[in-house]
């Protein structure tokens, strides 16, 4: 019966044994939990969580494959705004890349694509409906600054927002705001300063835009850009000149009742103080018959 | 003699059903099996035999009682190292051949390699399995399986053989095999304990047996003690003679044709018979006293349970 | 070795499943589809290749481990084959740790044969080979190993379709414990978020295996996070295994 009794002693002892390594494991996970937990990982910033059925949503509901689930849709997005027969396919273009963007705040080819398919998006609506297509190009920006604000590294953003603004919009002051914002990320081109100045000017504050060409002619690293930006200067020293010959000339006619022969007319009558020369001290070019000044050269041909 | 098994006060109680019901299954087992000896273990279906042999074998925890097994406690693997076990419908790993599965076996047991080939070698050799011994156990028929259980359960030449109903289902000349193959085991010094329902069998190799009815064991002990030499009655059977004949003198089982069958229970009237069969010119077929078989002991002590 | 006795059955049994191979033979397929996908997209294609493969692999992997995981004990009770087998000198320990080591072993030869067929697809276009993505495989690998416990604790004591749910709703909890940690930072101190608190300990949090999306971005992963993610799985597996012994010892096969 000793025996029995030893046995039973194994069995008990063989029972605390793994109810102790129950509880040390147990432990041992908990601790590794909480330290794990403290290991910051390049875990996409700025996640907040919003109970409704968006990307934010989506991206806790694909259970660890949301990356798959951001490639998935977009590659179902490209498919589908490829389709030209579905009328109202950029309703919901925000929505969608949107979801795309949550799910993976670093895939970043939805985030210039998705801009480029809501600029065609405008475009193709422009004529027919207007009230859509001025939403698709608001689209385009919001699908940018969400990128810039997912990758603040990334200069390409708000580049592609200044061209858009540039070109397509044509709304300078934008465009002039974006330039800005990407000349700041660091390994932005250098060329985009020199967009940013030129949009000021076509902005019309010319004296912002000669203060701003001078600072970039001043700082030219090399002599083809010290061209560029004398070339620029030339421009806007030459739209300021024509600005105020044309406002003298419009008071001239005003009082006198026709054109002047010549600008020297200006002077005399007190109109000007002197005649303005171009940047490289030439005369502009005077047409008595229709008033119009022009600069002797175009400015890209210096 | 030691005791191979000794069990003492077993009680095992099970809950069943949704909403559990206890069911008292072993209700105080107290028995022992002593070394050397063939010891037989019978009772009615659903007395408790299988559950005796799982609490034995470490499938079931007992609720209270000691089992000791060649002197060590039942609650210990190790208890099990000379135990050598068949179940009543052997199931085995249907993707291995017997050979893998017999490999395997001795792996269990820490078998080494060189014993270990050559035990499986031997003993498929002694239950006939050499030419199948490549096939998948799934290609077997019950003899066969039967037969393999055999093997595994003496690779790691056990002192101690337990065998669930291992006479079930197989035709004459298999029971006599496997008789004549427990017999062996017990020249060979092992001990074996099996359950049968096939009494006779039991009668004609076992030294010992215990009877269980309803959880309980009800008669223990030698086959010798328990199955008196009494006479029952003799029955003869003549020919030549019409069953009034023998009115008063016996009872007329059967009479086909000319022949009948007489059961004589009072054995004074036997010669009587005798005489009047050689008086009429009649034929005497066979005569033969029936003594009390364990069938009968079974029989009785189940009914009055 | 019983153990490695027992360990060597299980994965004989288990490579004759067909379901393994009717599962990797779809994870071969999603991870050679992502090549014919990556066709469709405009941008970066191989982030396409990398995802899909990674994702294949994990999500087949999980597949197999709980399909087969969740038969591995029942199977042998219902067949009663555990008679024969416990009634050797066995510790029921020894059982449960030999089926999860042949499981592993299988499991880890499915891996190994997946993450050759994704790295062959990568190399072929981009022609180098990408450590960081074995880096990810590995990972999801020790995953694999922590449902396979899990898988095989259920499979002790239920039948293989509620083990299967179990062991599936394991893996969900284990990659939602960020909503417990969302919970807890807008809980006021008390009772209730104590609990709460204890629950999110508790309960796993399978993300910290998941690399997938840093590898492909090829985002830097602080190296004490391996170490640390490492011992949790540890930790963890060996939890579960205790639990599923403990319990696996208590039971009578009638």
Redesign the interface.
């Known amino acids: 019966m000793a025996m029995a009794k030893t046995s039973f002693a194994n069995r008990r002892r063989g029972t605390l044994l793994l109810i102790g390594l129950l509880v040390a494991s147990a432990a041992g996970f908990s601790a590794l939990k909480a330290a794990t937990d403290r290991i910051a990982r390049k875990k996409i910033p700025g996640s907040s969580i919003i109970y409704i059925p968006s990307g934010k949503f989506l991206k806790h509901a694909t259970f660890g494959y949301r990356a798959l689930a951001a490639d998935a849709i977009y590659l179902w997005a490209i498919q589908y705004y490829s389709t030209p027969a579905i009328d109202d396919r950029f309703d919901h273009l925000d929505h969608i890349f949107a979801i795309i963007n949550e799910l993976d705040l670093r895939f970043q080819d939805p985030y210039e694509i998705g801009a480029m398919i809501a600029v065609q998006g405008a475009l193709e609506l422009r004529a027919e409906r207007p009230e859509q297509a001025a939403k698709a190009m608001r689209d385009a920006f919001t699908i940018l600054d969400r990128g810039a604000a997912n990758n603040p590294d990334q200069w390409v953003y708000p580049f592609n927002a200044g061209h858009i603004a540039l070109i397509n919009l044509r709304d300078y002051a934008l465009a002039e705001k974006y330039f800005e914002q990407c000349m700041k990320i660091p390994g932005a081109p250098e060329f985009v300063e020199r967009l940013r100045a030129n949009a000021i000017f076509k902005k019309g504050d010319l004296q912002t835009s000669w203060e701003t060409w001078l600072d970039i002619y001043n700082r030219a690293p090399d002599e083809r850009t010290k061209k560029i930006a004398s070339n620029h200067l030339y421009r806007v020293k030459a739209t300021i000149d024509r600005g105020a010959l044309e406002k003298a000339l419009a008071e001239y006619r005003q009082r006198s009742g026709r054109l002047p022969s010549d600008l020297a007319a200006l002077v005399r009558t007190g109109l000007l103080r002197e005649v303005p020369k171009d940047l490289d001290g030439k005369d502009y070019v005077y047409d008595p018959a229709t008033g119009s000044v022009k600069t002797g050269i175009s400015p890209w041909r210096r | 003699m030691a005791d191979a098994i000794r069990i003492q006060d077993l009680r095992k109680n099970f809950r069943l059903g949704f909403i559990p019901k206890t069911r008292e299954i072993l209700k105080g087992i107290t028995f022992a099996v002593r070394e050397g000896e063939i010891f037989g273990y019978l009772g009615p279906n659903g007395a408790g035999k299988t559950t005796t042999i799982k609490c034995l074998l470490g499938l079931i925890r007992p609720d209270a009682g000691t089992i000791e097994i060649l002197g060590r406690s039942h609650l210990s693997p190790r208890s099990r190292e000379p135990l050598g076990f068949l179940p009543e419908n052997p199931y085995f790993y249907d993707y291995l051949t017997a050979r893998e599965f017999l490999a395997f076996t001795a792996d269990l047991f820490g078998l080494g390699r060189r014993e270990k080939e050559d035990r499986i070698r031997r003993l498929l050799a002694l239950v006939g399995l050499e030419r199948a011994a490549d096939l998948p156990l799934r290609k077997y028929s019950r003899g066969m399986l039967q037969r393999a259980g055999l093997a595994q359960a003496l690779i790691n030449d056990p002192k101690l053989v337990i065998l669930d109903e291992p006479l079930g289902g197989m035709d004459p000349i298999g029971r006599k095999e496997i008789r004549d193959i427990i017999v062996r085991f017990k020249d060979e010094g092992k001990t074996v304990f099996f359950t049968s329902h096939i009494l006779q069998d039991i009668e004609m190799i076992c030294d010992r047996v215990a009877i269980i009815v309803g959880g309980r064991i009800v008669k223990e002990g030698a086959l010798r003690d328990l199955v008196s030499e009494r006479v029952l009655f003799t029955e003869a059977t003549v020919a030549g003679l019409p069953p009034a004949a023998f009115a008063g003198l016996g009872e007329s089982v059967s009479a086909q044709g000319d022949r009948v069958l007489l059961r004589i229970f009072d054995e004074s009237k036997v010669d009587k018979v005798l005489d009047l069969v050689r008086g009429q010119k009649g034929r005497l077929l066979s005569l033969s006293p029936r003594t009390e078989t364990l069938e009968d002991i079974f029989v009785e002590t189940v009914t009055r349970t | 070795m019983?153990i490695?006795?027992?360990a060597?059955?299980t994965f004989?049994?288990a490579k004759?499943d067909r379901v393994l191979y009717l599962l990797f033979f779809f994870a071969a397929l999603g991870i050679v589809a992502s090549r014919v996908?990556a066709l469709?997209?405009?941008?970066?294609r191989i982030?396409?290749i990398k995802?899909?493969g990674l994702?294949s692999i994990?999500?087949f992997g999980v597949l197999m481990a709980i399909l087969i995981g969740t038969g591995l004990v029942y199977k042998e009770i219902d067949?009663?084959?555990i008679?024969?087998?416990?009634?050797?000198?066995?510790?029921r320990?020894e059982f449960i740790l030999g089926k999860f080591l042949g499981l592993v072993m299988t499991l880890f030869v499915m891996t190994l044969t997946m993450s050759i067929i994704f790295l062959a697809i990568v190399f072929a276009h981009t022609l180098r080979i990408e450590g960081a993505l074995l880096v990810a495989v590995a990972y999801i690998f020790l995953e694999l190993v922590l449902i396979t416990a899990v898988a095989i604790l259920f499979s002790s004591f239920s039948t293989p379709i509620l083990s299967s749910l179990f062991a599936l709703g394991f893996?969900?909890i284990g990659?939602?414990s960020?909503?417990l940690?969302?919970i807890l930072k807008k809980m006021a101190p008390g009772a209730g978020r104590t609990f709460v608190r204890a629950l999110y300990?508790?309960l796993p949090?399978?993300?910290?295996f998941?690399f997938?999306?840093?590898v492909?971005?090829g985002?830097?992963?602080?190296p004490?996070?391996y170490l640390?993610?490492f011992?949790?799985g540890?930790?963890?597996t060996?939890?579960i295994l205790?639990?599923a012994?403990?319990i696996f010892?208590?039971r009578?096969?009638?």
Do not use: M, Q
């Not at chain 3, 087998?85 to 510790?91: S, W």
């Not at chain 3, 949090?205 to 910290?208: F, M, S, T, V, Y």
């Open positions: 019983k490695r006795a027992i060597g059955i004989k049994e004759r996908l469709l997209t405009v941008g970066d982030k396409i995802d899909v994702a994990s999500l067949k009663k084959t008679f024969t087998l416990l009634a050797k000198p066995l510790h320990a893996y969900l990659h939602l960020w909503g940690e969302l300990t508790v949090d399978l993300e910290n998941n997938k999306t840093e492909v971005h985002l830097a992963i602080p004490a996070i640390s993610s011992v949790y540890l930790c963890y060996v939890f205790a639990l012994i403990l010892r208590r009578d096969f009638i």
